[in-house]
T-cell receptor, first 113, second 116 residues
């Protein structure tokens, strides 16, 4: 049973427009959420995170929104650039858990020039 | 520069052989992890270790073994008991429990294992 779900395997957007990547979770104990970006044949790199005490966190072109009641978070990229084309993983954690992060299956974002 | 190094980048294994994937970090991180990536399944946790000489099974530990004799090193052995070992393997490290989340994980660049 997947506790972190990314239901869209792929997303295509035009350069300059907004990219919205979605993530749902089922474990109500999760209280910290992260997004990672991954290029082919490379390891994922940390992008942005959010604690459950917040509903929004912004870092430059990247904003993460958290809706705890819906157990849903989203990553907004504005404006999208061709270099943003990558696989984006959502991850969640329970504070104090030794195993740390549970990852979603990823969404392939393609930004078209 | 500090980082995490996985080797080799590509590895071919014959049926019935054991192979060991290397993971070394010089970030002074306490915790280390092994993940497996298959198409459409994201990253699945194989083993993790919070301190030297201690490690725990993840979700898909069967057919794998690890050791943590040094803080810097966390090698993964894929044994012949692993029925479907062809995958992309990622090693990661993080700061100690309770501090990791502020910084996320640092991942290596991965090893692609293929059974021939």
């Amino acid at each position: 049973d997947q506790q972190v779900k990314q239901n869209s395997p792929s997303l295509s957007v035009q350069e300059g427009r907004i990219s919205i990547l979605n993530c749902d979770y089922t474990n109500s104990m999760f209280d910290y959420f992260l997004w990672y970006k991954k290029y082919p044949a490379e390891g994922p790199t940390f992008l942005i995170s959010i604690s459950s005490i917040k509903d929004k966190n912004e870092d430059g072109r990247f904003t993460v929104f958290l809706n705890k009641s819906a157990k849903h978070l989203s990553l907004h990229i504005v404006p999208s650039q061709p270099g943003d084309s990558a696989v984006y993983f959502c991850a969640a954690s329970v504070s104090g858990s030794a195993r740390q992060l549970t990852f979603g299956s990823g969404t392939q974002l393609t930004v078209l020039p | 520069d500090g980082g995490i190094t996985q080797s080799p980048k590509y590895l071919f294994r014959k049926e019935g052989q054991n192979v060991t994937l290397s993971c070394e970090q010089n970030l002074n991180h306490d915790a280390m992890y092994w993940y497996r990536q298959d198409p459409g399944q994201g990253l699945r946790l194989i083993y993790y270790s919070q301190i030297v000489n201690d490690f725990q099974k993840g979700d898909i530990a069967e057919g794998y073994s690890v050791s943590r004799e040094k803080k810097e090193s966390f090698p993964l052995t894929v044994t012949s008991a692993q029925k479907n070992p062809t995958a992309f393997y990622l090693c990661a490290s993080s700061r100690a429990l309770g501090r990791a989340l502020n910084y996320g994980y640092t991942f290596g660049s991965g090893t692609r294992l293929t059974v021939v």
